[in-house]
């Protein structure tokens, strides 16, 4: 499996084509028989494409791009892999259900024996590898993990 990133074309079907024609190519003969993307350098940043909600204004590490995207990468024959969601809520007079969600899945974790603490700075490297110890456990599974 291999990624491609950053994937930015003029609305122009054959600019599109030979654009992907030339990464499939490259990323084939380096042994890849499955291509994912648009994504950045992670799951962690921006991936995925924009194909409903241009009726909302761009939202910070979510992904904006022109409309004319979808059907320049499935005119080539991609093809969606899995829905990415979005969720927005405002701040003003919103409702505190996520907070209240928060509080009760911290008690729930503190009644499993979860403990939640602040990173000791004086202790980084242990610190660093126990964080990427859990992270890469938790996502080892996950579709766009890639360690």
């Known amino acids: 499996m291999m990624v491609f990133w950053f994937f930015d074309c003029e ?6 084509a ?4 030339e990464a499939s190519e490259w990323l084939k003969n380096k042994g890849a028989n499955t291509l994912i993307g648009p994504t950045n350098f992670s799951t962690n940043e921006t991936c995925g494409l924009l194909v409903d909600g241009y009726d909302s204004p ?6 904006y791009n022109p409309s004319y995207y979808k059907e320049l ?5 991609f093809r969606k892999k899995t829905d990415l969601l979005a969720y ?3 701040v003003e007079g919103y409702d ?20 939640i603490r602040k990173v000791s ?7 660093a590898t126990k964080i990427r110890e859990v992270y890469n456990a938790a996502w080892d599974k996950i579709w766009g993990s890639f360690q």
């Open 96 to 115: 505190d259900k996520p907070l209240r969600l928060i509080n009760t899945l911290r008690e729930r974790l503190k009644n499993r024996g979860v403990t």
């Open 18 to 21: 030979h654009l992907f024609s």
């Open 88 to 90: 927005a809520f405002g």
């Open 11 to 16: 609305n122009n079907k054959d600019v599109a």
């Open 58 to 63: 761009p939202i910070v590490m979510m992904t």
């Open 121 to 127: 700075l004086k202790n980084f490297n242990e610190e």
């Open 73 to 77: 990468v499935e005119g080539f024959g």
